[in-house]
């Protein structure tokens, strides 16, 4: 376990990398996403303060996704073989939970409903994370992100 400084755009983890680490963020913002075969960026989770991020693969095997600063960061990396250490429970319980959540979303949400969704689990990361990110990450397109955004504030004013 070390305590590491890395710099906004910085990538921690590239896909196909072996060496698969889990990160807790202590400052700043990281996000994990793959690039699938046309090119297109799909984000899986994003990883504020008090936060964990990690590729699931087990040890050894190539990482499925990258892992990205998005604003200067202070983190703990921390070897994936728990044998060796254990990290913040509370912030692996919170990580499956969020990602448990994520998967009934995709499913069977409303571009709305996801939206409400993203503002609930990150309140402050709307002013943080650019909105083709956020749309990334909802499954949408960024025209779709924009109608929900103003679907909830035409909602909002009409109870």
């Known amino acids: 376990m070390k305590t590491v ?3 906004k755009g910085q990538v921690l983890q590239y ?13 700043g913002l990281l996000r994990s996403y793959m690039i699938d075969q046309k090119g297109k960026e799909h ?3 994003f990883a504020p303060e ?5 590729d699931a693969v087990p040890i050894g095997e190539p990482c499925e996704f990258f892992i990205e600063a998005l604003e200067d960061s202070t983190v703990i990396v921390r070897d994936k073989d728990l044998s060796k250490t254990t990290p913040n429970i509370h912030a692996i319980a919170k990580r499956i939970l969020v990602l448990q959540r994520r998967v009934i979303m995709l499913m069977s949400y409303s571009g709305l409903q996801r939206y409400e969704h993203f503002i609930k689990t990150y309140p402050d990361l709307t002013q943080r994370v650019p909105q083709r990110m956020i749309a990334s ?9 924009s109608k929900a955004k103003g679907d909830k504030i035409r909602f909002s004013r009409n109870p």
């Not at 896909?15 to 400052?27: A, L």
């Not at 008090?50 to 990690?54: E, T, Y």
């Not at 909802?138 to 025209?143: A, M, V």
């Open 137 to 145: 990450y909802l499954g949408i397109t960024p025209e779709a992100l």
């Open 43 to 45: 984000i899986f989770m």
């Open 50 to 54: 008090g936060w964990i991020i990690a």
């Open 5 to 7: 400084e890395v710099k």
């Open 15 to 27: 896909e196909g990398d072996k060496n698969s680490m889990v990160y807790e963020v202590v400052t």
